[in-house]
């Protein structure tokens, strides 16, 4: 089973995405962080196998955390998550900066478990 560090500031959008997991049986949810400090922070903690990533969060956003994670960890795998207005360009920046794959919130159970096994 994979552990997978959720990063989102809404509760609401992190237990959807914990119970689409947890009913997968594939993976497992070994922590949460609320914004890109603490996912540093927990990432070098619980060493997950997939990084589940919102982009826009107070403290410190995603984009900015995923530089800092991939720069620790190269092999790192993260998935960034954002709402579908604000996919376009991020998208690309998210990429470069070294995510596995991006996802569009809401989430569809189906296209969030194909995104992970991918990885």
Do not use: W, Y
Not at 45 to 71: F, K, Q, Y
Not at 73 to 89: F, I, P, Q, R
Not at 97 to 108: D, H, I, Q, Y
Request: glycine content about 6%; proline content about 3%; some cysteine.
């Amino acid at each position: 089973m994979k552990k997978v560090l959720l990063v989102d500031d809404s509760l609401i959008v992190a237990r959807q995405l914990q119970k689409i997991l947890d009913e997968s049986g594939e993976f497992s949810v070994c922590a949460h962080a609320k914004n890109g400090l603490e996912a540093i922070k927990l990432n070098q903690e619980h060493n997950p196998d997939i990084i589940c990533m919102d982009m826009n969060m107070p403290v410190m956003d995603g984009l900015t955390a995923l530089r800092t994670i991939v720069s620790l960890d190269t092999e790192v795998k993260v998935v960034m998550a954002t709402s579908l207005s604000g996919v376009g360009d991020k998208f690309m920046e998210a990429m470069k900066l070294g995510a596995r794959n991006v996802m569009s919130k809401p989430f569809e159970a189906e296209t969030v478990l194909n995104i992970l096994r991918q990885l």
